[in-house]
């Protein structure tokens, strides 16, 4: 009986998340132009990373900001769902979108932030870096 219901619920949760509307998303990160981020931490602040990225077309919409964590490395892009449509229209260079987020500083040290910038000729990523210390 648990069986059943379990696959009964899949069922419903599975249709609840399919669009009806039948537009088709890709995701892509886009790269981060520049970020204005403090110049030194205190243990157990809240500071607010504000970050400025050009979205390249119309068809593209902010996701979310991806976000890694290893250590005291916090690796951070945009990330835009780009409707799959035929009337996108390409934006100018002076489209620059700021979007942010909370960073709370729970270790001594510092912190190295590396912000995505895009990929060089060979396609090795490339990264805008900030070490950040941490100040009591």
């Given amino acids: 009986m648990k069986k059943i219901v379990s696959l009964i619920a899949l069922v419903f949760l599975f249709n ?4 009806d ?16 981020i403090p110049t030194e931490f205190t ?7 504000k970050m400025y990225y050009r979205r390249p077309t119309s068809c593209h919409t902010f996701n979310t900001i991806y976000y890694d964590k290893d250590l005291n490395v916090r690796t951070i892009a945009i990330e835009s769902a780009v409707r799959q449509e035929d009337d996108c229209q390409e ?15 729970t270790s001594n040290g510092s912190y190295l932030f590396k912000f995505w910038q895009g990929r060089d000729d060979q396609g090795n990523n490339i990264f805008l870096e900030y070490e950040i210390p941490v100040v009591n």
Avoid: K
Wanted: aromatic residues 12%.
């Fill in 16 to 19: 609840s998340c399919t669009p």
């Fill in 21 to 36: 509307n039948g537009t088709n998303y890709l995701f892509e990160l886009l790269p981060v132009e520049s970020v204005d």
């Fill in 43 to 49: 243990m157990g602040e809240i500071y607010e990373m």
């Fill in 91 to 105: 934006l100018t260079e002076d489209n620059l979108v700021e979007c942010s987020f909370n960073f709370e500083v």
